[in-house]
């Protein structure tokens, strides 16, 4: 009986750990990403629109580099829907689209903070 009690208390705490880590992995990825999205904003302002636009197309190769591990612990919709918002960033960048750039990448970088707050271990999310 105690095997079965201590077996499962290690799959509780492996499963707490796991889900730890991957809050903590999530919220660096997201974190970087808009900390490059708002660095390419910074750009746009000096009208260095070519800067901007690398910098923005890295931070979407590095989100799709996560792809597979980013389906297997998220929501489908979620991980689609900021795909598809970095590709209406990069479009309206090569556009030069200022206004609407403007507000699509504030758009993509609430996102991503929404996505990496919905991944955070608290009572809110618990409940």
Known sequence: MMKRLWFAAALLAAVLAVTLWNARHLEGLTSSLSQDLEKARQLT??????QAEQLVEDARNRWLSHGTYLHVTLRHGDTDQ????????????????????AAASSQLMGRLSLLSEAEQLTLENLF
């Open 45 to 50: 302002t000096q009208e260095r629109w070519d």
């Open 82 to 101: 900021i795909q598809l918002d970095f590709e209406e960033v990069l479009r309206l960048l090569q556009t030069r689209e200022t206004g609407e750039y």
